[in-house]
């Protein structure tokens, strides 16, 4: 709906957002733009730091175009082999994670709602743990046991939260799934807190997933993880007229059209399987699926058409420039940064808003 | 004419409660009936039958001459708009987005709306008139308000048939009216076909030229209001005085407060 097209000589900005906002191609635009110049900061920046015009060339260099080399073969390694596909791999989490995010607030109908909210995080965290303590080591196309067991356990946690929470017919809210994915996150962080307990000098390597972090990034891994967030994000945008059915509810939604008990399955499935991809490669990174899409919807409200493509841009930019930080800190957890510096930022923004979020 | 709805023979059971008992009903283009009845009537329930969300165990339903159970849900939102009882939105959304849902079973799934959908909402907005509320966050609307908001919704859906689950719950009086003019000019003059559920007696008989009592899960009276509402039928079906209805038809608005009582059946 591209209100910004219209003549609309009544709208005013009730909602607390500008009544002529850009359009979603432009903000869509501009958001690349600053991905990209996002990228090329925090793939020059760093302990060995590559002078920006030389990032650029290498980077334009590895797209094929001929660009002549007048750096030395040291900042190449150190572009291409490490500092890139870490930031690749901030890109596809961050924006991952924030359509997950939205979609899971759309399925849900609950602002709270995050991808963590069925509990793909605690499987995904009891799953790491459970890793860090098998002292066998395998290691496949570069994914240790600890990426495997956390994306099967994130998978599994849902599966059972989804088996255990449904009922109440076909068009009956979700409430019953998310109260069902408290309690069974619950008795996975139990489990958590015990394998924790019996973890000795292994704690630290489960804290660092917990906290999230890109800092284990390879082409491997991103060779895995890139084209299930890719693909199902993808597949959850094709899919946004359904979240904008459910806006009014499930009956509302179905009387619009939306086949609401097939599609609500297909939706949870997706966005579950590109959350524990995300969470795979780079543990559990909060907050950006859940304030992504609310930045979003602040400036071009709930059209889920809109939300879904611009939260993944922003979720990417986000979580490109908190890894950035993180690094420059001495590697401190990047889930930190999120916090630290999102939830300032979105109180700030909520308050300014006249509209409360009731729920 | 056919019917632009039909119901034949409809039984609806919830497990084993029976909620329809061999409802026969039919609706022609362009007609305004209003359903009537006591609670648990299975009133909301057949409307639910005939946007093909409940599937009887018996008979057979139909929208605008096809089997229901053989459409889509898109092509049933095409034949029928249901205004939704209530809508709690989960974000802030203003009135036009909302009234812009009533596209979603026309607009091109890819490419999202067109000018023609602009053109749906921009209509349902004048012909509603909230034209002034268009930019309002349809959460902070009053009730009277946001039940016009989605009357809009779907008069956007542009569908034959106009189905309402009791359209005038918790509105004040002159927004119950406003709401009933409102239904009967939609009817009158774009032709759309009402079907609505309603609990004032007083207002059914005096907007809809056609009621449907159902009690039971049955239809027990179906035609004009002075048939349907005959006294004893007033006080078989619902178990109180009929003077009750007479008296609020009658009511002098500067009158002190009425006091109502019920007897048993």
């Given amino acids: 709906m591209s209100i910004g097209g219209r003549s609309l000589a009544l709208a005013r900005a009730h909602v607390g957002r500008p009544a002529r906002a850009p359009g979603a191609v432009v903000l869509a635009l501009a958001g690349l733009g600053v991905l990209a110049l996002a990228v090329v900061i925090a793939v020059a920046a760093g302990s060995v730091a590559v002078a920006p015009g030389d990032t650029l060339g290498i980077l334009l260099r590895a797209l094929g175009l001929p660009v002549d080399r007048s750096w030395s073969p040291a900042a190449e390694t150190i572009v291409l082999e490490l500092r890139l596909p870490r930031v690749l791999t901030a890109i596809m989490v961050g924006g991952g994670l924030a359509v997950a995010g939205a979609a899971f607030q759309g399925l849900l109908r609950n602002p709270l709602a995050d991808p963590y909210v069925l509990g793909t995080a605690s499987g995904a965290a009891l799953g790491a743990a459970i890793a860090v303590l098998i002292p066998f080591r395998a290691v496949f196309l570069d994914l240790g046991l600890l990426h495997v067991l956390s994306f099967a356990g994130a998978l599994a946690a849902v599966a059972v939260v989804y088996r255990l929470g449904r009922g109440g017919g076909p068009f009956a809210p979700l409430t019953g799934l998310l109260l069902t994915g408290y309690a069974v996150g619950s008795l996975l962080a139990a489990g958590l807190a015990m394998t924790m307990f019996l973890a000795g000098s292994n704690l630290r390597q489960i804290f660092a997933f917990l906290l999230g972090g890109m800092e284990g990034a390879s082409w491997l891994r991103l060779a895995f993880a890139a084209p299930l967030i890719a693909g199902g994000s993808i597949a959850i945008v094709a899919r946004a007229r359904v979240l904008n059915g459910l806006l009014l509810g499930e009956e509302a939604a179905a009387h619009l059209g939306v086949d609401v008990h097939r599609e609500r399955a297909i939706l949870l499935a997706l966005a579950s399987l590109v959350t524990a991809a995300a969470v795979a490669v780079a543990g559990l990174v909060g907050f950006v699926g859940l304030v992504a899409p609310h930045l979003v919807r602040l400036v071009v409200g709930p059209d889920a058409r809109r939300v879904l493509p611009l939260a993944a841009i922003l979720g990417a930019i986000l979580l490109v420039l908190a890894d950035l930080g993180a690094r420059l800190l001495g590697e401190i957890p990047v889930g930190v940064v999120t916090a630290v510096v999102g939830a300032p930022f979105f109180l700030v923004l909520l308050r300014g808003t006249r509209s409360a979020y009731e729920l | ?265």
């Fill in chain 2, 1 to 265: 004419m056919p019917p632009i709805a039909e119901l034949a023979g409809v039984t609806v059971a919830y497990r084993e409660r029976l909620v329809i008992r061999g409802v026969d009903l039919a609706i022609a283009p362009g007609e305004r009936v209003a359903l009537v009845g006591p609670n648990g009537a299975g009133k909301s329930t057949l409307l639910r039958v005939l946007a093909g969300l409940v599937v009887p165990r018996d008979g057979r339903v139909t929208l605008g001459g096809d089997p229901v159970a053989g459409l889509s849900r898109a092509a049933i939102a095409r034949r029928l708009a249901a205004v939704p009882g209530q809508a709690a939105l989960p974000f802030a959304t203003r009135v036009e987005e909302v009234v812009a849902l009533g596209r979603l079973p026309h607009e091109d799934p890819f490419r999202g709306p067109g000018p023609a959908d602009h053109a749906a909402v921009d209509r349902a907005i004048e012909r509603v008139g909230i034209g002034s509320l268009r930019g309002r966050d349809a959460r902070e609307l009053s009730l009277g308000e946001r039940q016009l908001v989605l009357i809009a919704l779907a008069v956007a859906q542009a569908a034959p048939l106009l189905v309402l689950d009791e359209p005038t719950v918790h509105l004040d009086l002159r927004h119950q009216v406003a709401v009933m003019e409102l239904l009967a000019d939609l009817n009158r003059r774009d032709g759309v076909a009402v079907l609505a559920v309603l609990h004032d007696l007083a207002l059914a008989a005096h907007f809809f030229p056609r009621l449907v009592l159902l009690d039971g899960g049955r239809v027990v009276a179906d035609g004009p209001p002075a048939r349907v509402l005959a006294p004893e039928r007033i006080r078989a079906t619902f178990g109180v005085d009929p003077a009750i209805l007479a008296g609020l038809a009658a009511i002098d608005p500067d009158a002190p407060e009425l006091t109502v009582g019920t007897r048993g059946r």
